[in-house]
C-alpha cells in the first residue's frame, strides 16, 4: 500500500499519526505557510503566489485528518484570523446543540517568522503578541518556525527569541511535562522548509501536547 506507507510516513514523522488535530499555521506576509502547507501534503515544492484569500486543506487518511489553515499574512488577511481561530470559542458559548466545538476548536497555532527579514521582527512581534494575548487562543501550544535559516545572515535561534520576546517564555524543547500548570507549551524552532530542515522536530515537540 504505497499511499497508506506513504502518508504514514509523513504523519509519523512529524509525530501527528493517529491524531485529529486542526492546526492554524499564521505569520506575516512571505514567511512560508503556504510553502510549507504543500511541503507536508505532498512534499513537492512550488512557488506560490501570495495568498490572497484564506484557503485550509486537510491531509486525511481513514480516521486521521491533519487540518492546516493557510491565512494570507498581508493586511486585510491579518484581520480575518481572529475569524478563523475565534469561532471554535463562538459556537462553544453559543450553544451545546451546535456542531461538537472538538471539531472546531484549534490544536495549535504553527507561527512562521522569516528570520532573514530581521527588518519585520517588530511587525512579527506585534502579531504574535496579540495572538498570544487573545482569549480564544488561551492554552492553546504555540510552535514558533523560524524559516529560511539557508539564507546566510539569517538570524540565529537566540537572535530570533530575542526580538520576539520571547526570551523567558519558552516551555522548553524534548519531552516537557507540563501537567495542569495551564502553562502554554511554546517553542521556538529554526527550519528550512525548501531543504526540509527543522520543522520536522517543531512538530514533533508540538504533537506531545495534541490529544
Ligand atoms: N530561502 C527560503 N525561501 C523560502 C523558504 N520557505 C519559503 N520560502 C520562500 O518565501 C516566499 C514566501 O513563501 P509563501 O509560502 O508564499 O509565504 P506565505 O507565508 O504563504 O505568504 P502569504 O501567502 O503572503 O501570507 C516564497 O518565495 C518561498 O519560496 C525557505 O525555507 N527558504
Ligand atoms: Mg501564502
Not at 9 to 38: C, M, P, R, V, Y
Request: net charge neutral; aromatic share 12%; hydrophobic share 40%.
Amino acid at each position: 500500500m504505497f499511499i497508506f506507507d506513504w502518508f504514514y510516513g509523513i504523519l509519523a514523522s512529524l509525530g501527528l499519526w493517529q491524531k485529529d488535530a486542526k492546526i492554524l499555521f499564521l505569520g506575516l506576509d512571505n514567511a512560508g505557510k503556504t510553502t510549507l502547507l504543500h511541503m507536508l501534503k505532498d512534499e513537492r515544492l512550488v512557488q506560490h503566489q501570495p495568498t490572497q484569500h484564506p484557503t485550509s486543506e486537510e491531509l486525511s487518511i481513514g480516521k486521521i485528518k491533519f487540518k492546516a489553515f493557510d491565512l494570507g499574512g498581508h493586511q486585510i488577511a491579518r484581520r480575518v484570523w481572529k475569524d478563523y481561530y475565534a469561532k471554535g470559542l463562538r459556537i462553544r458559548m453559543g450553544s451545546s446543540l451546535i456542531a461538537p466545538s472538538f471539531l472546531e476548536k484549534v490544536d495549535a497555532v504553527v507561527y512562521l517568522v522569516d528570520a532573514y527579514d530581521k527588518e519585520r521582527f517588530a511587525e512579527s512581534k506585534r502579531e504574535l503578541d496579540a495572538l498570544l494575548s487573545d482569549e480564544a487562543l488561551a492554552n492553546v501550544p504555540f510552535l514558533i518556525l523560524g524559516n529560511k535559516i539557508d539564507i546566510p545572515y539569517a538570524a540565529s535561534e537566540d537572535e530570533l527569541r530575542y526580538h520576539l520576546g520571547l526570551t523567558n517564555f519558552t516551555t522548553g524543547k524534548g519531552k516537557v511535562n507540563l501537567g495542569d500548570s495551564n502553562v502554554r507549551p511554546l517553542e521556538v524552532f529554526m527550519c528550512s522548509i525548501v531543504r526540509k530542515m527543522g520543522y520536522g522536530d517543531g512538530f514533533k515537540w508540538v504533537s506531545q501536547y495534541i490529544k
